[in-house]
């Protein structure tokens, strides 16, 4: 009995002091949310010193509450720091609040610049391997000419229209283009290139892409296409001044995001390259790429 008298003591003693401690933590949850004047702020400084080819990104992502201050500036879509991908960039500016705080720069960049504005800090980053991307597919879409490959037909596809090409009129899945889509790791900035069906490829080519050493290729399904059992694998061959440099396939099963480290010619003074896309049964088999050249 004296034991049942203590552990309801006991109860009555944690309770409120657990709602207390509950109490102190919003708090200063509360306390650490960066007012809009903070926000502000922290854009008029990117904003000073922005320039183009930087990227911004909001550490962590969800921290965006003041985004509509950063507007006509480029905006990371990632949710999650990818500092492979951000490394293409110019420059990189951090904007960190709440949980990105402390922020640590990572290894490969270099702080051109720290400002700390009560509870947003604003960093800006210059990555080692920025200066070297000569070519970005995304960005150089446009001098691209885009082919469907039938067994005794091709169709060049002629409209450029909002960053995608289309073979004939405009269609809301059927082309090859620039598009924000959600891929297994969270939305990416890629080129979206759905295949067609029944073996029939789609050819995308740069003929005339600046000289480097490098080129690196990343691709994968998109989170749709992840979820579905529909469909079939896909091929994919990347060319390099018409030889074939890559031959792989990606298997309904492969939920990664995956990545194409291929060593370029360097005796050449333009390259050609050539990306090569089919499948048996296109359903839901959404195929999202994206590369660059690195000299």
């Given at each position: 009995?004296?034991?049942?008298?203590?552990?309801?003591?006991?109860?009555?003693?944690?309770?409120?002091?657990?709602?207390?401690?509950?109490?102190?933590?919003?708090?200063?949850?509360?306390?650490?949310?960066?007012?809009?004047?903070?926000?502000k702020?922290?854009?008029?400084?990117?904003?000073?010193?922005?320039?183009?080819?930087?990227?911004?990104?909001f550490?962590?992502?969800?921290?965006?509450?003041?985004?509509?201050?950063?507007?006509?500036?480029?905006i990371?879509?990632?949710?999650?720091?990818?500092?492979?991908?951000?490394?293409?960039?110019h420059?990189?500016?951090?904007?960190?609040?709440?949980?990105?705080?402390?922020?640590?720069?990572?290894?490969?960049?270099?702080?051109?610049?720290?400002?700390?504005?009560?509870?947003?800090?604003?960093?800006?980053?210059?990555?080692?391997?920025?200066g070297?991307?000569?070519?970005?597919?995304?960005?150089?879409?446009?001098?691209?000419?885009?082919?469907?490959?039938?067994?005794?037909?091709t169709?060049?596809?002629?409209?450029?229209?909002?960053?995608?090409?289309?073979?004939?009129?405009?269609?809301?899945?059927?082309?090859?283009?620039?598009?924000v889509?959600?891929?297994?790791?969270?939305?990416?900035?890629?080129?979206?290139?759905?295949?067609?069906?029944h073996?029939?490829?789609?050819?995308?080519?740069?003929?005339?892409?600046?000289?480097?050493?490098?080129?690196?290729?990343?691709?994968?399904?998109?989170?749709?296409?992840?979820?579905?059992?529909?469909?079939?694998?896909?091929?994919?061959?990347?060319?390099?001044?018409?030889?074939?440099?890559?031959?792989?396939?990606?298997?309904?099963?492969?939920?990664?995001?995956?990545?194409?480290?291929?060593?370029?010619?360097?005796?050449?003074?333009?390259?050609?390259?050539?990306?090569?896309?089919?499948?048996?049964?296109?359903?839901?088999?959404?195929?999202?790429?994206?590369?660059?050249?690195?000299?």
């Amino acid at each position: 009995m004296k034991a049942m008298k203590r552990i309801i003591l006991v109860v009555l003693v944690l309770v409120p002091l657990v709602g207390l401690i509950d109490a102190g933590l919003e708090i200063h949850r509360v306390m650490r949310v960066p007012s809009l004047n903070e926000w502000k702020a922290a854009a008029d400084t990117v904003r000073q010193g922005y320039k183009k080819g930087d990227i911004v990104h909001f550490r962590p992502y969800w921290a965006d509450e003041g985004e509509r201050y950063f507007t006509g500036m480029d905006i990371d879509v990632l949710q999650e720091l990818d500092w492979n991908e951000l490394s293409t960039y110019h420059r990189v500016w951090i904007v960190a609040t709440m949980s990105g705080l402390p922020f640590h720069v990572p290894p490969g960049f270099k702080p051109l610049m720290v400002k700390k504005q009560r509870r947003i800090e604003v960093y800006l980053l210059q990555p080692e391997r920025a200066g070297h991307v000569v070519f970005d597919l995304i960005k150089g879409l446009h001098s691209a000419r885009v082919t469907r490959i039938y067994p005794h037909r091709t169709q060049q596809c002629t409209l450029f229209k909002d960053h995608h090409w289309y073979c004939g009129s405009v269609h809301p899945w059927q082309f090859v283009g620039e598009l924000v889509r959600d891929v297994v790791d969270g939305p990416r900035r890629v080129i979206w290139a759905h295949p067609l069906n029944h073996g029939n490829k789609i050819e995308v080519l740069y003929p005339n892409v600046p000289a480097g050493r490098q080129l690196e290729v990343d691709y994968g399904w998109s989170q749709r296409a992840v979820e579905s059992d529909h469909g079939q694998a896909v091929h994919f061959q990347v060319y390099t001044d018409r030889k074939l440099a890559i031959s792989t396939v990606l298997r309904k099963k492969n939920h990664k995001w995956n990545r194409l480290l291929i060593k370029l010619n360097t005796k050449v003074k333009q390259h050609r390259l050539r990306f090569v896309i089919w499948t048996r049964n296109y359903q839901d088999r959404q195929f999202c790429f994206k590369g660059w050249v690195f000299r």
